[in-house]
């Protein structure tokens, strides 16, 4: 699990530990984006919903020697408003070391539309 550590803004106080948890049913555009110095051979992205893989990202092969990169996913998801939530999950064959600013590496969710 990736772990958010700087939250820019929050409207509705959805975000905490690294959890989007929407309050209001509905559709939601979700978008992330990870990058580092990558030393594994492979590092791919997923959006988990309530503790389970729901939509993958990128999966990147990397090349010998290593590699500064990013990988991504976005997705359009529906939440109940009670219950479902969303983390962001990173495999890596590796131990890596992630951008450690909102600029390259971030979780936002927004809105699209009521249920």
Do not use: H
Not at 19 to 27: D, E, H, L, M, S
Not at 65 to 89: H, K, P, Q, R
């Amino acid at each position: 699990k990736i772990l958010f550590g700087t939250e820019e803004y929050d409207t509705n106080n959805n975000f905490a530990s690294s959890r989007f948890t929407p309050t209001v049913a509905g559709y939601y555009q979700l978008n992330s984006f990870v990058s580092g110095s990558w030393v594994a051979k492979e590092v791919a992205i997923y959006i988990y919903k309530n503790g389970n893989n729901y939509k993958n990202g990128l999966d990147v092969l990397i090349p010998a020697g290593g590699l500064n990169y990013g990988i991504g996913v976005n997705s359009l998801v529906y939440a109940n408003g009670t219950t479902d939530y969303f983390e962001i999950y990173l495999y890596s064959d590796n131990s890596q070391t992630l951008g450690g600013t909102s600029v390259g590496t971030y979780f936002n969710g927004a809105m699209v539309r009521s249920a």
